[in-house]
C-alpha cells in the first residue's frame, strides 16, 4: 500500500507531528520517552487490544525527512514509512507506504482476503492524518 499527498505545510512541521505521535506511544508503554538520536533501532514491547503483544522497531528516522518503522506480531509483520519531500513552492509531498509480511500459508490466504477491506480502511486512516496534520498547520 502506497499513499502519496501534496500538502502546504512544511516538512519539518509535519515531521514533528508523527514523531510526537510516536513518542507518545513509546513513553505511553515503557514509561520513558528516548530521544531522536536514540530512536533508530530502538525496540519495545506494545500492548494491543484482547490481550495481544507485538514488538515495535524504529527502522529509520531522518530529521526531518523520514520515520520508518515496523510492527511484529506472532502472525505477521508491517513495515511503514513516512518520507517527507519539500518541494520549492512551500508544500511537501507526503509518501506513506506500507508492507506486510505474513507468517505461515493459511495466515497469507487469510491477510490476502482480509487485505482488501482493511486495506481500504487503513488508506483512509492515514489520509485523515494527513489532512489533520495540514488543518492544524493551516488553522482550519
Known amino acids: 500500500m502506497e499513499i502519496k499527498k501534496t500538502i502546504k505545510v512544511p516538512q519539518s512541521f509535519i515531521f514533528n507531528k508523527i514523531i510526537e505521535s510516536g513518542l507518545y506511544d513509546v513513553e505511553k508503554q515503557t514509561g520513558r520517552r528516548p530521544s531522536l538520536k536514540e530512536l533508530n533501532d530502538f525496540e519495545y514491547i506494545k500492548k ?10 524504529f527502522d529509520q528516522v531522518i530529521k526531518p525527512e523520514v520515520y520508518a518503522f515496523s ?18 513552492d512551500g508544500t511537501t ?9 505474513s507468517n505461515g500459508l493459511f495466515q497469507k490466504a487469510n491477510d490476502m482476503v482480509l487485505g482488501l477491506t482493511v486495506g481500504w480502511l487503513k488508506k483512509r486512516q492515514i489520509s485523515a492524518i494527513i489532512d489533520n496534520i495540514n488543518k492544524s498547520y493551516n488553522g482550519q
Open 48 to 57: 494491543f487490544a484482547q490481550n495481544r503483544t507485538g514488538r515495535i522497531k
Open 71 to 88: 510492527t511484529y506480531t506472532d502472525k505477521v509483520a508491517y513495515h511503514t514509512r513516512w518520507e517527507l519531500k519539500p518541494n520549492s
Open 93 to 101: 509531498e507526503v509518501i506513506v507506504s506500507e508492507k506486510q509480511d
